[in-house]
């Protein structure tokens, strides 16, 4: 981890990234699957050379010590983490540079910078870890609306405030990124157990707002269970719900701030549900001839009433892809924990529903299963996957995922179609033949949510046209068979397309009703979720 | 259950209630209670007996063969079940009497009935089975904003539209009564398992509708889980979420409709997460010298992951009241169920967490023990309870419920202010010492459901004034205590003045915005969450 800055270019922080014979194996795979000895690859603008338009607005004295209009800062909040804003980034495009960026230490401070952006007339977009990958923190502008942009970085809201041990719950703040938030939860011999692929460059406000997907494969798939209160913070004041486990008054006012992507107010706060630290663990690999067989087992596991934290599945691509196996076989990594109680029982009632649908058990009852073999090494990819993106655009190898949800009884078709869709979109689009491999990354008794990734060749000079058609097909197929446009990457403004296809028309009229009472200028994060 | 029509006054259907042995039962419970031989009965008005406003708006012809202005009619749909409702009825106060209550058999007559009454200046209310115990179906409206009321009974909107197998969910109408929608899902080896104690008497979409607490003590509290996609007609269009069995995409639209208690718009199908029917059991009642080592021994069950079906407990009155213990001890009904596997390690879990809490098991394992011992018999008391205020009511006994949740940090003062204020509130309202009696219905890993049972004897003509003061001592003290006014019985009007101290005032205005945009005029369930 360490305490260097965040990149403005890439992935984490400066001086990090791929070792050597990390780079070496994923450009290995590459070559191998273009059938090229090397790539054509352009040179990313250092921080020195970039142009950035003049900021618009000045803070006032007040403000002026927790803001910045310094390159760097305005050039490391200009972008999430898309494969767009790689690619835009690495052209030097900073266009869309937010004019100003604060740091508020506090809920005043929020509130102050907020009264002064709405007073400026400025757009403000709140701002986690940045790790959004659909758009959800870009302040690109509509310069005759908006006067200016403001970046609001939550980072120095990085507390854990209290910790309740009997309830198993605690108080966080929005800005706390997930190894500070863990670590000060560790001592208490607690955990909130949210990890997603982002967890070292995202924060629990993030999580929240954008419904982030986690450790959990079931139950807990989404950070959505274990919020039991928020405090926002609104242009029209701060509201607080209240700490319960449970409630039937009304409907959720939980729920109508978690998935609310910025636009109703920033999360200041929120009580979190905990997880004791897990001490007994069972784990295990399962080969399954194809994809479709070990989804099978994967539907029995999930309408078994197991509950596994892991039962996730790699197509036979995907687990060549990731060094997990040679590419024959579909593979399963299967896990159960507890802090509570030895979990074998359960483990083997889920090897039962595995063998029942062609599943070889590689490894079994192992604890540190999690750790080894074929479900270690994609355990490694996972969490060093997004540091590639960075040598790849410049390579212009075109790497993407996506994500949705479908319920069990469309999914094989689902997959299908969406698979060819895009894999045609990448041949008519590059020219060369791609490839598209899918994943489960959460699972549900009705229904899994897969998980795609494509490879394309693309064209310098060519990238984003080349990226957008291949999303858009990709989209199109998935919103056509039954699909959502995001199971946990959020909308934001990349998937707003589909998203207005896929919600009702009277929802959205009603969320655009409830942003205009808390957000009446319609000056937070504007171009996610809804045109206000 | 029968074919007989509903009852106006009292529960269930006509013909049914208590047999002769269980009215002695109860009745001698509160003989002994208060001291009493006998109690001060009055009569109940008979439905010819009944004055009835005349109506003030007449249906058009072609809505005329789907509506009624009969005085059953619209005395079966003055009121719901809770106390004061009964009081009321028993006091031949039918001035709240809808002026028209219509039956609507599809979607397009929903509209049509919507698209009248808002034309005609009516307010309309959604009417399921009726059994709201918080004032959520009573038309009772402003005359001067309402020209008249609408009660919008959805009982033909009873069917079992799909059955996805696969996916394990089916495609239910909102009118659906509990044992209908059972009767239909078993044929395919499915079951909702909703079963709340107003089952035989309530509908699919007025579970969603109030957030109904169900049969799972664990996980699954609320219907709201079960939910995986809704359509809902609204004065403006109907609406339809998809069906996804997860999403990250926006705030939830089906949590906006779930708990909105008809002010939003009349649920009218739903897709529904089902379960298999349970094949494997274990069972056990467990005895504890007090309420709170048996909360602990459930907070450490809840805390496992274990997932019961069902960890209820009584404390040492309720489980006398009941006749399931002889008031020395406070009683846990333990339960776990399967359709995939035994469950006997999850069990002998359970009862090694109750053993450490001071737990004596009277009898585990054992597949029947949901319908045997202390666990059946206060099963079956909890199922006909609901019979026994239509008899208690006449005789001046004041016998109610009030439930809510709070984290396992505070639930012992929780607990202790609650009852004794409700105590106090007992004795300077009717003169005379009360009880109150607390069990758990549902349990959070972060805290517990509890649910008060308070019985006084009042005074016939100040029936409805003593019971307000104790129902408001009651409230304002959960309120105080940091309680949640509605666990899952729903705010209805009865609980709108905490719920209005609960909720965030900047959420109320989000959500007025939001039904706005749907309901313009204001015509839906007025008086209910919200003033528009």
């Keep these: ?239 607080e719900t209240r700490r319960l486990p449970g409630s039937g008054a009304g409907p959720s006012p939980d729920r109508m701030f978690i998935g609310s992507e910025g636009i109703l107010g920033v999360i200041s706060q929120a009580w979190m549900r905990l997880q004791a630290q897990p001490r007994f663990r069972a784990g295990a690999s399962v080969r399954f001839p194809d994809l479709f067989s070990a989804a099978r087992a994967v539907r029995a596991v999930a309408q078994a009433g197991l509950y596994p934290s892991n039962c996730r599945i790699l197509d036979p691509q995907e687990a060549f892809n990731t060094g997990a196996a040679n590419g024959s076989v579909a593979i399963m990594v299967l896990a159960f924990e507890s802090g509570d109680h030895p979990v074998d029982a359960w483990m083997a009632r889920a090897l039962e529903c595995c063998a029942d649908h062609g599943g070889a058990t590689e490894k079994a009852n192992a604890a540190e299963a999690h750790r080894e073999g074929a479900a270690g090494l994609w355990r490694n990819a996972f969490i060093r996957m997004p540091y590639a993106r960075e040598f790849l655009t410049p390579a212009a190898l075109i790497n993407d995922t996506f994500e949705t949800s479908i319920t069990w009884d469309r999914f094989e078709s689902f997959h299908d179609k969406v698979k060819s869709a895009t894999e045609r979109a990448i041949e008519t689009a590059t020219g060369i033949k791609g490839e598209v491999t899918c994943r489960f990354t959460h699972v549900y008794p009705d229904g899994p949510a897969p998980y795609f990734s494509f490879h394309a060749l693309g064209r310098h000079g060519a990238l984003l046209e080349q990226w957008q058609a291949i999303k858009d097909a990709a989209s199109d197929a998935l919103i056509e068979a039954g699909g959502t446009i995001t199971h946990h990457h959020a909308v934001g403004r990349d998937h707003r397309k589909w998203y207005d296809r896929q919600r009702p028309e009277l929802f959205a009229a009603a969320l655009r009703a409830a942003k205009r009472e808390l957000d009446p200028l319609a000056m937070l994060n504007p171009g996610v979720l809804i045109d206000p």
Excluded at 69 to 76: E, G, M
Excluded at 162 to 186: C, F, H, M, N
Aim: proline share 6%; aromatic share 10%; with cysteine.
């Design 1 to 239: 981890m360490g305490s260097a800055r965040l990149k403005h270019y890439g992935w984490g922080r400066e001086g990090e990234g791929m070792t050597d014979a990390e780079q070496a194996f994923v450009l290995g795979r590459y070559r191998q699957k273009f059938g090229r000895d090397s790539f054509n690859t352009i040179a990313v603008p250092k921080l020195g050379d970039l142009k950035l338009p003049e900021p618009r607005i000045t803070p006032p004295a007040s403000l002026a010590p927790i803001c910045s209009t310094d390159t760097y800062d305005r050039a490391a909040h200009t972008y999430g983490k898309s494969y767009p804003d790689y690619v835009r980034a690495m052209l030097g495009d900073y266009d869309a540079a937010p004019d100003v960026v604060a740091y508020p230490r506090n809920e005043a401070e929020i509130a102050a910078v907020m009264d002064w952006a709405e007073g400026a007339g400025a757009a403000l977009t709140p701002f986690g870890g940045g790790s959004s990958v659909c758009g959800g923190v870009e302040c690109r502008v509509d310069g005759s609306r908006y006067k200016a942009a403001v970046a609001l970085d939550m980072r120095n809201l990085g507390r854990v405030v209290e910790v309740d041990k009997t309830s198993r719950a605690a108080l966080i703040e929005g800005g706390a990124y997930g190894p500070a938030l863990e670590a000060q939860l560790k001592p208490h011999g607690m955990t909130l157990r949210h990890f997603p692929q982002s967890f070292e460059y995202s924060t629990l406000g993030g999580w929240i707002a954008t419904r982030s997907g986690g450790h959990f494969v079931s139950l807990y798939t989404h950070i959505d269970d274990f919020v039991e209160s928020v405090r926002v913070v609104t242009p029209r004041g701060v509201l």
